[in-house]
């Protein structure tokens, strides 16, 4: 069951999202900075593209050890992070849930999901 929803999530949806974030994994990696954050782009690019059977983890829970994305000092990267990639990304997976759930609503499914989302879908 977890790999038929994987390949149901990978073709109407998972695809666009994952590559999206492996693109900001590689802009993330042309400055030497932002490795830490290339390398998370790529493990969360993976979840986006098979996420069933998967669990998102906090390194600090798994390992009990700081990195420079995790750590005190990585707060500075953190806001760098979200102003050129995170707020993009985020408004990707706002855009892709969007399309998805007004699919769904159109058969008048779901409506109170989030009376938002279907102002300006009728």
């Known amino acids: 069951m977890r790999t038929l929803g994987n390949i ?7 695809i666009f999202m994952g590559l999206a974030w492996w693109f900001f994994g ?16 790529f493990v969360i690019g993976n979840f ?5 059977g998967q669990e998102a983890i906090s390194r600090d829970e798994l390992t ?26 985020a408004v990707g997976h ?13 058969f008048g499914l779901f409506r109170s999901l989030d009376p938002a989302l279907f102002l ?3």
Request: hydrophobic residues 60%.
């Open 48 to 52: 986006s593209f098979f996420p069933f």
């Open 120 to 122: 300006s879908s009728y």
């Open 64 to 89: 009990n050890e700081t990195d420079i994305g995790t750590s005190p000092l990585g707060f500075i990267g953190n806001v760098i992070w979200f102003i050129f990639a995170g707020f993009w990304l």
């Open 94 to 106: 706002i855009l892709s849930v969007r399309i998805l759930v007004i699919a769904i609503a159109r």
């Open 26 to 41: 590689l802009l993330a990696f042309i400055s030497i900075i932002g490795i830490p954050w290339g390398r998370a782009c």
């Open 8 to 14: 149901i999530w990978f073709l109407f949806g998972g």
